[in-house]
């Protein structure tokens, strides 16, 4: 819809209009997977990649000890496949910890999570990418003696995988073939025979597991640090639970077989290994030290030749590059889901509408694998990094668990048995466990730390309060969500007057969320001036506030709601209500105020707003106005938007109750007479995604007036209107003010009008 040229006549609500609507994620008919699809998904993550990058790092820690350490974080990772079972079948869909998240916690915390499984992922990403890289160069030295100068040519063929993929993975749905992954574990299979065959046909004369930790405990947890990654991929399926078939019965299923395979190729594999893939009288940590992206390939030629170094070498391909697609598979559906709930920007949200894949979210976690790659080239760097972010994400999952199923006791899914104590103890160690690899390697902590610190300072300027907008509408409109992350807002309705008690009660049971929402009606009683008449004016004033609180009880019963009295004796009401705000830790205060245009109205209102940390809405309406026969709402926008995520609650939830079957909204912006008509259009379009999130459920329409009479281009926009929804301004040092606009268009109009203040 283009822009109005008339200066004081917008477009009525009741006129026809270009409606948006947010449809999410489209609907497509994409592929589902079963168990085997699955499991396919976390074998092809875990097995191989990890063990062929990083089990030479493990051997020159600790020895031969790497046997106990991959056993070890073999355990870590059953303990955490059992929360990601229970969280992923709890809530069955695509996002992994950052969708649980967003269920059962805060949705800045939710981004938290989410920003750190992000970066994960897409490190272990560039992990496997290096690795594949480092395998290519590799047989390249076997077959044609080419040996390129430094890091550049591996991190050249890394950059090229890693965009590759991105590219297969934005055209199709998938995460990558059976085949590969089956024919990858036959060959893992062979080389473990070959070595048990060598083992016992020709025992070697020295022992070879003694000492079994030669860098004692210390290299032990040195080594877990930084090969726990080689053990991550179970958690993929997890974040793309959304598209597996009964995900009830498949995931938890999925998750423990893709570990259950990994651990039956890890352990065998480095027992052969340090068995009879060292010459008698070498030195095991001393070849890993020296050879650690290779001491795999070196030690199986040993005891097969140059048979077993090639099926090495073709396993590491395979390998390396089957786990960067699961990971760049992965990290898109963790990235589209945080664009779906704006914590991320929203393009990455969007489907191919052909193929059915989030290819926007692929392309940017694609290049964003790759820029990781230019800065964090090494193998051993980035492993040590990856498995410090997955650690720290782990120990979060299974602190979710514990807060899901306390807030959720009944829920269908899978359930961690010793429940709680599995998932705190697996917490505690991995907490302890990234602790110790955060201090143990200083590099690891500082990229950590540098892109917590990126996501902490993206959230707060750019995507947080889209995120807090949007998840406002969608609290208002799903009780259940406010009900897992534990909340119960109050809302604090004043009522003095028994005439409007019922239409204050009215509008409170809208502001509040339905079923999880509590109301308090608040009265407040003056001392009597005159001590001999205590007794008879106290005792008209207690029944004057039973009278008021009879009235806005009636009207709030009936919905369902949670309602409470409570009565206070003081000589000033404004402070009684701050007073009770701040006790009673209330999430809105909702007054009824018929002298909105005066001037000590409007002192005390300022007064009160910012003195609460509360948000606070004021109603000028007729006696009895209500709220559900609402059917046209218009809001002037074009302010600082610091009250979107109420707007969004007040709106959703008048919306939801409506008798006429939904609410209709009319944003309106005023720009300058002289505003250029395309120019004037631009900022419909701008506008008009910005509100896209604040009434995503609600039919709406963005209009652009061109008048240099803002207060008569709204006023007269309001006559038609059955509400107006203003903000209070904020000034530059953050106090709440009524403005220099909303005050006249207060006066001028006649129609019901809500006055909105965000909390501070």
Not at 86 to 91: D, G, H, P, R
Not at 238 to 267: K, Q, T
């Amino acid at each position: 819809m283009s822009a109005d040229p008339r200066p004081s006549s917008p477009p009525a609500p009741r006129r026809p209009v270009t409606v948006d609507t947010l449809a999410g994620i489209q609907a497509i008919d994409r592929p589902r997977m079963g168990f085997v699809s699955a499991t396919g998904i976390g074998v092809g993550a875990i097995v191989g990649g990890g063990i062929l990058a990083l089990s030479g790092t493990a051997f020159a820690l600790t020895g031969p000890g790497a046997v106990v350490a991959f056993a070890l974080n073999g355990l870590i990772a059953v303990l955490t496949a059992l929360s990601f079972a229970e969280l992923a079948t709890a809530f069955p869909q695509s996002g992994g910890p950052y969708a649980f998240a967003k269920r059962v916690v805060s949705v800045g915390a939710a981004f938290g999570v989410g920003w750190i499984v992000w970066f994960a992922s897409i490190v272990a990403a560039a992990l496997y990418a290096s690795g594949f890289a480092a395998f290519a160069l590799e047989g390249m030295r076997s077959l044609f003696g080419f040996d390129p100068p430094g890091l550049r040519v591996q991190t050249a063929l890394a950059v090229g995988a890693t965009l590759a993929c991105g590219a297969v993975l934005a055209r199709r749905s998938g995460s990558g073939g059976n085949a590969v992954n089956i024919g990858k574990v036959v060959v893992f299979g062979l080389l473990i025979l070959g070595g048990l065959w060598a083992w016992f046909d020709e025992p070697p004369q020295t022992p070879r597991f003694s000492p079994l930790l030669p860098a004692g405990a210390v290299g032990l947890f040195q080594a877990m640090g930084a090969t726990f990654i080689a053990l991550q991929g179970f958690d993929l399926i997890a974040a793309v639970a959304g598209e597996v078939d009964e995900p009830r019965r498949n995931l938890p299923r999925a998750m423990l077989a893709s570990l259950a395979i990994a651990l039956a190729v890890y352990l065998p594999l480095l027992v052969v290994i340090t068995a009879v893939g060292v010459a008698d009288g070498g030195s095991l940590q001393a070849e890993a030290a020296a050879r650690p992206d290779t001491i795999v390939a070196v030690a199986v030629e040993r005891y097969l030749g140059p048979a077993g170094y090639w099926l090495v070498v073709i396993a590491g391909l395979l390998s390396m590059l089957s786990a960067l697609v699961a990971n760049l598979f992965a990290a898109a559906r963790i990235a589209q889901a945080m664009g779906r709930d704006r914590a991320l920007p929203p393009r990455l949200r969007a489907v191919h509408p052909v193929r059915g894949t989030p290819h926007v979210a692929v392309w940017v976690t694609a290049v964003i694998g790759a820029i990781t790659l230019l800065g964090v080239s090494d193998v051993t760097a980035a492993g040590a990094a990856s498995s410090l972010i997955f650690l720290i994400a782990f120990a979060l999952a299974h602190l979710l668990c514990v807060v899901t199923r306390a807030r959720k006791p009944d829920h269908p899914g899978f359930r961690v048995p010793l429940w709680p104590w599995l998932p705190l103890f697996g917490a505690a160690v991995c907490g302890g466990l990234a602790l110790y690899q955060a201090s143990a390697v200083p590099s690891a902590g500082a990229v950590t730390g540098v892109w917590l610190l990126a996501g902490m300072a993206a959230y707060l300027l750019s995507f947080g309060r889209r995120a807090r907008v949007f998840d406002a509408a969608a609290e208002t409109s799903d009780p259940d969500l406010l009900e897992l992350r534990g909340r119960s807002p109050l809302v604090l309705v004043p009522v003095a007057n028994p005439a409007n008690a019922a239409t204050l009660a009215r509008v409170a049971a809208e502001v509040a969320p339905p079923r999880v929402g509590r109301i308090l009606l608040f009265t407040v009683l003056r001392p009597p001036r005159d001590l001999r008449d205590t007794d008879r004016s106290l005792e008209q004033a207690l029944d004057d506030a039973a009278r008021t609180m009879r009235a806005a009880l009636g009207e709030t019963l009936p919905v369902g709601l949670r309602c409470e009295g409570l009565t206070t004796v003081g000589s000033d009401a404004w402070d009684e209500i701050r007073k009770a705000a701040h006790s009673h830790r209330c999430a809105t205060v909702l007054m009824g105020l018929s002298d909105l245009d005066s001037e000590p109205a409007r002192r005390r209102i300022e007064q009160l707003a910012n003195q609460i940390d509360s948000n606070l809405v004021l109603l000028r309406a007729p006696p009895g106005f209500r709220p559900r026969r609402v059917r046209r709402i218009l809001v002037p926008i074009g302010g600082k938007g610091v009250h979107n995520a109420l707007r969004a609650r007040l709106i959703t939830g008048l919306h939801r109750d409506s008798e006429g079957g939904g609410v209709e909204v009319t944003y309106l912006l005023v720009v300058p007479e002289t505003t250029p008509l395309p120019v004037a259009e631009q900022f419909q379009r701008v506008h008009r995604e910005l509100v896209r999130d604040e009434a995503r459920r609600v039919p709406r329409t963005v209009v652009v007036a061109r008048s240099d009479d803002v207060i008569g281009a709204i006023a007269d926009a309001a006559d038609t209107c059955d509400l107006l929804v203003l903000g209070l301004a904020q000034t530059r040092q953050g106090e709440r003010v009524i403005g220099r606009i909303s005050g006249p268009i207060i006066a001028r109009t006649r129609c019901p009008v809500m006055l909105v203040s965000a909390r501070s």
